[in-house]
């Protein structure tokens, strides 16, 4: 996967280029339940990676040409933070190697991991907002 290129889903069969702007990607995934959350913010459910069924969020810069500029992955099947963070840390893992930064165990004892790819930084933490939440973020720095 060429992360600094853009987000190759599986389903549906699709490779998202960063440089896209917020109509090509209404255009584009019109026909996959694209829900308009907020101005400048999308999600669809797909799945990528290794089989992980999951919604993603995009945002859209009115700043930067309207392009892409981060990817928010939200897991369908939680049952349980810590397992859901551990299965997404080794999918990540597998994906895109080892990270190269993490702070200390910040929640439920987990570390928070950081890769960084030219442009690209992904963040994979729990945090604690209302109840836990697990982060996947993907952005173009």
Not at 51 to 73: A, M, P, R
Request: charged share 25%; hydrophobic share 35%; glycine share 4%.
């Amino acid at each position: 996967m060429k992360i600094t290129k853009g987000l190759k889903l599986k389903v549906p069969d699709s490779f998202i280029l960063w440089s896209i702007n917020e109509i090509e990607f209404r255009e584009k995934f019109n026909h996959c339940n694209l829900s308009h959350v907020t101005t400048g913010y999308y999600v669809i459910v797909a799945t990528l990676f290794n089989d992980l069924n999951c919604k993603i969020g995009f945002y859209f810069s009115s700043e930067i040409h309207n392009e892409l500029n981060k990817i928010e992955i939200f897991d369908t099947k939680i049952n349980n933070e810590i397992t859901s963070f551990e299965m997404n840390q080794k999918i990540l893992g597998q994906q895109f190697g080892k990270p190269q930064n993490y702070c200390s165990k910040e929640v439920l004892n987990k570390n928070n991991y950081i890769w960084h790819f030219e442009n690209i930084k992904i963040t994979h933490c729990l945090r604690y907002r209302f109840g836990y939440e697990e982060i996947i973020w993907i952005e173009k720095l």
